[in-house]
Protein backbone atom coordinates (compact mmCIF):
# COMPACT_ATOMS: atom_id res chain seq x y z
CA UNK A 1 0.00 0.00 0.00
CA UNK A 2 1.11 3.33 -0.59
CA UNK A 3 2.47 5.68 2.05
CA UNK A 4 2.12 9.39 3.09
CA UNK A 5 5.73 10.91 4.41
CA UNK A 6 4.66 14.21 5.67
CA UNK A 7 7.86 16.20 6.39
CA UNK A 8 6.55 18.48 8.93
CA UNK A 9 5.21 15.46 11.22
CA UNK A 10 1.78 14.62 12.50
CA UNK A 11 -1.00 13.46 10.39
CA UNK A 12 -3.12 14.37 7.52
CA UNK A 13 -5.83 17.10 7.70
CA UNK A 14 -9.19 16.43 6.78
CA UNK A 15 -11.02 19.50 5.65
CA UNK A 16 -13.31 20.67 7.84
CA UNK A 17 -16.97 19.54 7.89
CA UNK A 18 -19.64 22.09 6.28
CA UNK A 19 -22.99 19.94 5.73
CA UNK A 20 -23.92 16.94 6.77
CA UNK A 21 -27.03 14.81 7.02
CA UNK A 22 -27.78 12.95 10.08
CA UNK A 23 -31.34 11.40 11.32
CA UNK A 24 -32.80 12.41 8.29
CA UNK A 25 -31.85 16.10 8.70
CA UNK A 26 -29.77 18.35 6.93
CA UNK A 27 -27.63 20.17 8.27
CA UNK A 28 -24.52 23.54 8.21
CA UNK A 29 -22.04 24.34 10.55
CA UNK A 30 -22.11 27.56 11.66
CA UNK A 31 -19.70 28.08 14.20
CA UNK A 32 -17.64 25.78 16.63
CA UNK A 33 -20.59 23.82 17.91
CA UNK A 34 -23.56 25.27 16.41
CA UNK A 35 -25.57 24.53 12.94
CA UNK A 36 -28.56 25.31 11.36
CA UNK A 37 -30.99 22.71 9.68
CA UNK A 38 -30.57 23.64 5.99
CA UNK A 39 -32.73 22.77 2.75
CA UNK A 40 -33.34 19.32 1.81
CA UNK A 41 -36.07 18.30 -0.55
CA UNK A 42 -36.05 14.48 0.23
CA UNK A 43 -37.25 15.30 3.96
CA UNK A 44 -40.53 13.30 4.35
CA UNK A 45 -43.27 12.51 7.17
CA UNK A 46 -42.85 13.88 10.57
CA UNK A 47 -40.22 16.49 11.09
CA UNK A 48 -38.63 16.11 14.83
CA UNK A 49 -35.85 19.35 15.28
CA UNK A 50 -32.87 17.78 18.14
CA UNK A 51 -31.36 19.83 20.25
CA UNK A 52 -27.98 18.81 19.13
CA UNK A 53 -26.71 16.07 16.92
CA UNK A 54 -23.09 14.48 16.79
CA UNK A 55 -20.91 14.15 13.69
CA UNK A 56 -17.49 13.32 13.26
CA UNK A 57 -17.38 12.93 17.32
CA UNK A 58 -18.24 16.74 17.47
CA UNK A 59 -21.69 17.53 19.00
CA UNK A 60 -23.67 20.63 17.43
CA UNK A 61 -26.12 22.59 18.98
CA UNK A 62 -28.83 22.79 16.78
CA UNK A 63 -30.08 26.80 16.81
CA UNK A 64 -31.69 27.62 13.39
CA UNK A 65 -33.81 26.57 10.83
CA UNK A 66 -32.42 28.03 7.84
CA UNK A 67 -34.28 30.35 5.63
CA UNK A 68 -36.18 28.52 2.84
CA UNK A 69 -35.53 24.75 4.66
CA UNK A 70 -38.50 23.46 4.38
CA UNK A 71 -40.26 25.63 1.63
CA UNK A 72 -43.06 23.93 -0.33
CA UNK A 73 -42.55 20.16 0.80
CA UNK A 74 -45.83 19.19 0.95
CA UNK A 75 -44.67 15.53 1.70
CA UNK A 76 -43.97 16.81 5.74
CA UNK A 77 -46.98 15.69 7.98
CA UNK A 78 -46.16 17.03 10.98
CA UNK A 79 -43.55 19.31 12.90
CA UNK A 80 -42.11 18.62 16.61
CA UNK A 81 -40.11 21.39 18.59
CA UNK A 82 -40.77 19.79 21.60
CA UNK A 83 -36.52 18.88 22.06
CA UNK A 84 -35.21 21.61 19.93
CA UNK A 85 -34.10 23.57 23.20
CA UNK A 86 -30.94 25.48 21.49
CA UNK A 87 -33.36 26.81 18.81
CA UNK A 88 -33.84 30.78 18.49
CA UNK A 89 -34.34 31.12 14.91
CA UNK A 90 -37.00 29.78 12.56
CA UNK A 91 -35.82 31.52 9.24
CA UNK A 92 -37.99 33.44 7.12
CA UNK A 93 -40.00 31.28 4.42
CA UNK A 94 -38.56 28.11 6.49
CA UNK A 95 -42.00 26.22 6.33
CA UNK A 96 -43.74 28.21 3.50
CA UNK A 97 -46.32 26.37 1.53
CA UNK A 98 -46.12 22.70 3.46
CA UNK A 99 -49.99 22.64 2.98
CA UNK A 100 -49.81 18.78 4.17
CA UNK A 101 -48.21 19.76 7.59
CA UNK A 102 -50.65 19.90 10.14
CA UNK A 103 -51.04 19.29 14.13
CA UNK A 104 -49.76 21.94 16.62
CA UNK A 105 -46.93 23.60 16.42
CA UNK A 106 -45.59 24.27 19.86
CA UNK A 107 -42.58 27.06 19.86
CA UNK A 108 -40.18 26.30 22.38
CA UNK A 109 -38.49 28.61 24.97
CA UNK A 110 -35.39 28.95 23.37
CA UNK A 111 -36.67 30.75 20.05
CA UNK A 112 -36.48 34.46 20.01
CA UNK A 113 -37.57 35.35 16.37
CA UNK A 114 -39.90 34.04 14.04
CA UNK A 115 -39.13 35.73 10.33
CA UNK A 116 -41.13 36.57 7.84
CA UNK A 117 -43.27 33.71 6.11
CA UNK A 118 -41.74 31.35 8.25
CA UNK A 119 -45.26 29.30 8.09
CA UNK A 120 -47.18 31.15 5.53
CA UNK A 121 -49.78 28.64 3.49
CA UNK A 122 -48.61 25.46 5.72
CA UNK A 123 -51.68 23.24 6.96
CA UNK A 124 -51.02 23.88 10.84
CA UNK A 125 -53.97 23.32 13.20
CA UNK A 126 -52.84 24.92 16.17
CA UNK A 127 -50.39 27.24 17.23
CA UNK A 128 -48.72 27.10 21.09
CA UNK A 129 -46.73 29.97 22.15
CA UNK A 130 -47.48 29.24 25.80
CA UNK A 131 -43.69 28.79 26.61
CA UNK A 132 -42.29 30.93 24.11
CA UNK A 133 -40.34 33.00 27.04
CA UNK A 134 -37.97 34.23 24.93
CA UNK A 135 -39.63 34.96 21.49
CA UNK A 136 -39.15 39.05 20.75
CA UNK A 137 -41.03 39.04 17.15
CA UNK A 138 -43.08 37.56 15.14
CA UNK A 139 -42.88 38.47 11.24
CA UNK A 140 -44.55 39.85 8.54
CA UNK A 141 -46.47 36.59 6.80
CA UNK A 142 -45.37 34.63 9.64
CA UNK A 143 -48.67 32.66 9.56
CA UNK A 144 -50.70 34.00 6.99
CA UNK A 145 -52.43 32.25 4.78
CA UNK A 146 -52.77 29.38 7.17
CA UNK A 147 -56.29 28.63 6.67
CA UNK A 148 -56.64 25.84 9.05
CA UNK A 149 -54.96 27.29 11.84
CA UNK A 150 -57.68 27.40 15.02
CA UNK A 151 -57.80 28.26 18.55
CA UNK A 152 -56.67 30.96 20.68
CA UNK A 153 -53.44 32.67 19.99
CA UNK A 154 -51.61 33.81 23.22
CA UNK A 155 -48.85 36.51 22.76
CA UNK A 156 -46.09 36.12 25.10
CA UNK A 157 -45.00 38.82 27.11
CA UNK A 158 -41.55 39.18 25.27
CA UNK A 159 -42.58 40.27 22.22
CA UNK A 160 -42.25 43.54 20.71
CA UNK A 161 -43.92 43.38 17.37
CA UNK A 162 -46.60 41.56 15.63
CA UNK A 163 -45.19 42.29 12.15
CA UNK A 164 -47.39 42.92 8.89
CA UNK A 165 -49.95 39.95 7.91
CA UNK A 166 -48.28 38.22 10.79
CA UNK A 167 -51.94 36.33 11.00
CA UNK A 168 -54.01 37.38 8.10
CA UNK A 169 -55.85 35.18 6.05
CA UNK A 170 -56.33 32.43 9.07
CA UNK A 171 -58.98 30.90 11.34
CA UNK A 172 -58.02 31.84 14.72
CA UNK A 173 -61.27 32.25 16.88
CA UNK A 174 -59.27 34.34 19.63
CA UNK A 175 -56.59 36.59 20.60
CA UNK A 176 -55.15 36.95 24.01
CA UNK A 177 -53.02 39.66 24.60
CA UNK A 178 -53.33 39.72 28.30
CA UNK A 179 -49.50 38.82 28.75
CA UNK A 180 -47.89 41.01 26.00
CA UNK A 181 -46.34 43.61 28.08
CA UNK A 182 -43.61 44.42 25.95
CA UNK A 183 -45.99 44.51 22.63
CA UNK A 184 -45.22 48.24 20.78
CA UNK A 185 -46.19 47.39 17.53
CA UNK A 186 -49.45 45.80 15.63
CA UNK A 187 -48.32 45.59 12.15
CA UNK A 188 -50.39 46.67 9.07
CA UNK A 189 -52.93 43.62 8.37
CA UNK A 190 -51.29 42.12 11.08
CA UNK A 191 -54.92 39.81 11.61
CA UNK A 192 -56.76 41.12 8.27
CA UNK A 193 -59.54 38.75 7.09
CA UNK A 194 -59.92 36.29 10.23
CA UNK A 195 -63.37 35.96 10.48
CA UNK A 196 -64.02 33.65 12.69
CA UNK A 197 -62.12 36.19 15.04
CA UNK A 198 -64.75 37.27 17.79
CA UNK A 199 -64.63 38.90 20.98
CA UNK A 200 -63.12 42.46 22.24
CA UNK A 201 -59.28 43.22 21.24
CA UNK A 202 -57.81 44.34 24.16
CA UNK A 203 -54.76 46.23 23.04
CA UNK A 204 -52.19 46.79 26.07
CA UNK A 205 -50.67 50.04 27.39
CA UNK A 206 -47.13 49.15 25.71
CA UNK A 207 -48.86 49.22 22.11
CA UNK A 208 -47.76 52.76 20.38
CA UNK A 209 -48.83 51.94 16.82
CA UNK A 210 -51.70 49.71 15.01
CA UNK A 211 -51.12 49.41 11.45
CA UNK A 212 -53.85 50.21 9.12
CA UNK A 213 -56.27 47.54 8.37
CA UNK A 214 -54.66 45.48 11.34
CA UNK A 215 -58.36 43.82 13.03
CA UNK A 216 -60.26 44.65 9.41
CA UNK A 217 -62.62 41.96 8.12
CA UNK A 218 -62.45 40.41 11.56
CA UNK A 219 -65.30 39.51 14.23
CA UNK A 220 -64.73 41.44 16.65
CA UNK A 221 -67.15 43.22 18.29
CA UNK A 222 -65.20 46.03 20.38
CA UNK A 223 -61.69 47.25 21.18
CA UNK A 224 -60.34 48.50 24.89
CA UNK A 225 -57.13 50.65 24.05
CA UNK A 226 -55.24 50.70 27.46
CA UNK A 227 -52.37 53.24 26.41
CA UNK A 228 -51.60 55.87 24.27
CA UNK A 229 -51.35 55.29 20.67
CA UNK A 230 -49.13 57.54 18.67
CA UNK A 231 -50.41 55.77 15.63
CA UNK A 232 -53.26 54.30 14.63
CA UNK A 233 -53.64 53.10 10.67
CA UNK A 234 -56.76 53.64 8.16
CA UNK A 235 -59.34 51.09 8.68
CA UNK A 236 -57.43 49.15 11.64
CA UNK A 237 -60.53 47.91 13.45
Same mark, same amino acid.
Given at each position: AASITLSGGGSPSLPPVTEFVNGGLKYRVTGADTVSVI???? %?? !??VSIPATVTEGGV?????EIAEFAFEGNSSITSL? &?????NLTRIGRHAFISCTNMSGTVRIPASVSRIESAG???? *??? *????SGAD? &????GSNAFSH??? &?? *?? %?????? %?TEIGSYAFAWNG??? &???? !??DSLREVGQEAFFNCGSLTGTAD????VTGIGEYAFDRTGITGAVIRGRLTSIGTKAF
Open positions: RDSS %VT !GATYRVTS &LDHASFTNS *GIT *GLDLN &LTYICYS &LA *GT %VSIPSG %VITG &LDLS !GAIPAS
